[in-house]
């Protein structure tokens, strides 16, 4: 039987988690808050803010998911995004961190000098005024642009900047605090963040804040770390008809590689992942291959069991080059490495109780099935800092990431809408954290308890 179109995978299982995942939304508890925060007039002036200036935000949402640019190419974006800031009265520093793409902008009040430095032990850390860093993304995906929605990342930090520094303005020092918006390129695969890390550009910050468009509106959803690495054979070339026993075959070692990574996802948590592609086979069937390779994305939940799988991984790749007479050539994390995420609840559930005053309810954890999750650099700094990376549901609760369903939604009313619900969010939990001591110190003894500061540059070295 010739067919030359590809079975098309049965969706009864999609189906049945949609159904579950439905009555669990139905059923759960919205997520809360016992913290003040800030005076409820700062959030007044927030909305205010967006009020007056949120059709900027949409414009600008709009103008990027109409001219995509993918990771450290996003020269126009930076350059939008640069002259709204202007606009309002910010001048951005664009090639911060040794990235072009790179911008940020800072607002202060109060003793500018003292910014805590990321990473420090508490109430040393943050001795001085407290400083909230918003998070940018604004790379786009080869060849459906705005699949994973980074417009509206963007323009909801954005937003979330300026009306935080507005309301802080209108304060006259009454909450002394600085904000600062950060752009952060690449973030599909490039480590834009920890790029931006590693060079300096938080060392200043407290805590970041950012959201992710999604199916669901959902407080604190976990992505894993990833790792990558990139496996390479060197044989020996032989006529593969006439001496092919003075050969040494590279392709045999990548199918050996690839196949005994199938045979350990049996033997893996539930919560990892390893996927791979072949990018070289050889030129031609009638030469045994002297060179071939392979790249695979490992992913886990947790730091110490992804560096687990990774020496997994390792060993497989050094057995295959043993069974065929192989050099092997491994080269990992070419791209910086992600983090999982490390989630802070005490700033999710302020995320939360703003978000209900939007007409949302943010979801606890483990409502939407957290198997169905990717990887974020953010997760490199929150395991500098107490981070949050909300999720806000576009419309269909259905929608995956990294499809064209997903660029549509992104680019349609329901994108527009979650520009300005998310920007709302960022600026008053931003302001809970600057206004409100307990709130603050309840965040980095949260914090401190999952493990504080890790060397993320280090940690799998």
Not at 425 to 436: K, P
Request: proline share 5%; net charge negative; hydrophobic share 40%.
């Amino acid at each position: 039987m010739n067919r030359s179109q590809p079975l098309q995978p049965d969706d009864s299982y999609l189906r049945s988690v949609a159904e579950s995942t439905a009555r669990a939304v139905a059923a759960a508890e919205p997520v809360g808050s016992g913290f003040d925060g800030a005076d409820p007039a700062l959030h007044g002036r927030v909305e205010s803010w967006l009020d007056a200036h949120g059709a900027d935000l949409v414009a600008l949402s709009r103008d990027l998911h109409a001219h995509p640019e993918e990771g450290f190419a996003e020269h126009r974006s930076v350059r939008q995004v640069a002259e709204l800031l202007r606009r309002h009265g910010f001048d951005a520093e664009v090639g911060v961190g040794g990235l072009e793409t790179a911008l940020r902008v800072d607002a202060g009040y109060g003793d500018e000098a003292s910014g805590a430095a990321s990473g420090g032990d508490g109430a040393e850390a943050r001795a001085g005024v407290p400083h909230v860093a918003f998070l940018a993304e604004y790379d786009a995906l080869p060849g459906i642009g705005h699949g994973c929605g980074h417009n509206i990342i963007c323009c909801s930090a954005v937003g979330g900047f300026l009306a935080a520094a507005s309301a802080l303005a209108a304060e006259s020092g009454g909450v002394p605090g600085r904000v600062s918006l950060v752009g952060t390129p690449a973030e599909e695969g490039g480590g834009g963040k920890e790029h931006l890390a590693r060079a300096g550009v938080f060392d200043d910050v407290d805590a970041v804040v950012m959201l992710h468009p999604f199916s669901h509106d959902i407080a604190a959803h976990p992505f894993l770390g990833r790792r990558q690495v990139e496996v390479i054979f060197h044989g020996i070339a032989a006529h593969a008809s006439a001496q092919p026993f003075m050969g040494r075959n590279a392709l045999d070692a990548v199918v050996a590689t690839y196949q005994g990574v199938a045979a350990l996802r049996q033997h893996m948590p539930s919560t990892d992942r390893v996927h791979g592609i072949i990018t070289d086979g050889g030129q031609r069937p009638n030469i045994v291959p002297e060179r071939a390779a392979a790249l695979f994305y490992l992913r886990s939940s947790d730091p110490g069991t992804l560096r687990e799988l990774a020496g997994r991984v390792e060993a497989i790749a050094h057995g295959a080059a043993e069974m065929t007479g192989c050099g092997l050539e491994l080269r990992w994390d070419q791209q910086p490495a992600y983090m999982p995420i490390r989630h802070n609840d005490a700033l999710a559930g302020r995320w939360a109780r703003h978000q209900a005053k939007r007409g949302r309810t943010a979801l606890p954890r483990g409502v939407v099935p957290e198997h169905l999750t990717g990887s974020t650099d953010l997760g490199n700094l929150s395991y500098r800092m107490p981070a949050i990376h909300a999720m806000i549901g576009l419309e269909g609760d259905s929608l995956s990431l990294h499809t064209a369903e997903f660029a549509a939604a992104a680019g349609s009313e329901t994108g527009d809408r979650a520009v300005l619900d998310g920007a709302y969010g960022l600026a008053s939990t931003a302001l809970d954290y600057l206004a409100d001591a307990e709130l603050r110190e309840a965040a980095h003894v949260e914090f401190e308890r999952a493990g504080g500061a890790v060397d993320v540059a280090a940690y799998f070295e």
